[in-house]
């Protein structure tokens, strides 16, 4: 069912200091900042060979990332993506085998422009899990 990683992605304290420390010291190729107001978020994507990191910072009071920074004041891992080839038949496969998706159960369209939706963490060993069609 599932394929590759797409990414992973970490929520940041600092998104300039972010893109910075991946674009100047460690050499990436990083995108600019894009605002998701949708999500409440703001996302930038490190490239990498075998696949990308996925910035993530707080956009706005109701982001649902401030939650995770009141916790872990610098930041850290916030979810897997892995791709699947039709979400649709993901989702039913998986809550067939008790596994709860988050939000309305309904896939909504993320970052990448293509449909997405998350996997209660409970149910995947304490690990955020992003689904994104392929």
């Known amino acids: 069912m599932i394929g590759r990683l797409n990414h992973v992605a970490i929520v940041v304290s600092d998104m300039d200091k972010a893109i910075s420390q991946y674009r100047n010291d460690f050499g990436a190729r990083v995108s600019d900042a894009v605002n998701m107001p949708e999500h409440g978020v703001t996302t930038a994507f490190v490239e990498l060979p075998n696949t990308t990191i996925e910035l993530l910072y707080p956009l706005g009071t109701?982001?649902?990332l401030s939650r995770f920074l009141d916790r872990h004041k610098d930041g850290g891992m916030h979810h897997l993506?892995?791709?699947?080839?039709?979400?649709g038949r993901a989702r039913a496969q998986l809550q067939e085998k008790g596994y709860r998706?988050?939000?309305d159960g309904q896939p909504s369209i993320g970052a990448h422009g293509k449909p997405v939706l998350f996997l209660h963490p409970k149910d995947v060993f304490g690990t955020l899990i992003e689904l994104e069609q392929a």
Do not use: K, Q
């Open 62 to 64: 109701g982001s649902p």
């Open 81 to 87: 993506c892995l791709e699947v080839e039709n979400i």
């Open 101 to 103: 998706v988050l939000g």
